[in-house]
């Protein structure tokens, strides 16, 4: 069974663009969630989409956005990106109850200049 | 609010050491779940274990254990005969409850563990 799978590994904007990140579940889950992860933050919750619908949203500003299709895939969006949007952005997928395991894809390492 | 807190940053042990790793959780709600995972040097985070807030039974598997207390609202986990393996990033995590759909991490302990 294949793993979470996120695209691309890697990118390098610079400040003011706009960035879109792809996760692709494992097959079967609903659940797609975004985090954020940066050095001495651990992982900040951005957004958690189940059946495209976004259940539930973190402290994050309105540049951050996030969608899920049919399919279960998922992109977030970061729009007017800022230096402080440095970060390994993490999907996880799971079947989508609050007691199931999240698995997590290896992330989008973005780096603002 | 929910809130998961690592106190210990960074610990340094020496292979064979045991270490307990600290967690302390805030929620009002009385269903929640507790996680446990591992992040190796290759970054990608793995599930360790889950507990859900009924059930305080400790658990073993291995050279890891998890003391479960709502008493204190704690979380911990010990390693027992460390390994050079066990060097990572462990994060407890919460969901359920008042935070609903959302699993909220600690920041993470860093384990060394030194030959």
Request: net charge negative; aromatic share 0%.
């Given at each position: 069974k294949a793993g979470v799978t996120q695209t691309p590994r890697y990118l390098i904007k610079t400040r003011g663009q706009q960035v879109t990140l792809s996760c692709s579940p494992i097959s079967g889950h609903r659940s797609v969630s975004w985090y954020q992860q940066t050095p001495g933050q651990g992982l900040q919750f951005l957004f958690e989409y189940f059946s495209e619908t976004q259940r539930n949203k973190g402290n994050f500003p309105g540049r951050f956005s996030g969608r899920q299709f049919s399919n279960s895939r998922s992109e977030m969006n970061v729009s007017t990106l800022e230096l402080g949007d440095s970060a390994l952005y993490l999907c996880a997928s799971s079947l989508?109850?609050?007691w199931e395991k999240l698995f997590f894809g290896s992330g989008t390492q973005l780096s603002v200049l | 609010a929910q809130k998961v807190t690592q106190a210990q940053t960074e610990i340094s042990v020496v292979e064979k050491e045991d270490v307990t790793l600290d967690c302390v959780y805030e929620t009002r709600d009385t269903t929640y779940y507790l996680f446990w995972y591992k992040q190796p040097p290759s970054g990608e985070l793995v599930f360790l274990i889950r507990r859900n807030s009924f059930d305080e039974q400790n658990e073993i598997s291995g050279r890891y254990s998890w003391n479960f207390q709502k008493s204190t609202s704690s979380f911990n986990f010990t390693i027992t005969a460390?390994?050079?393996?066990?060097s990572a990033v462990y994060f407890c995590a919460l969901s359920g409850?008042?935070?609903?759909f959302k699993t909220i991490f600690g920041a993470g302990t860093r384990l060394f563990v030194k030959a």
């Open positions: 989508g109850a609050p | 460390s390994q050079v393996v066990d409850g008042d935070g609903g």
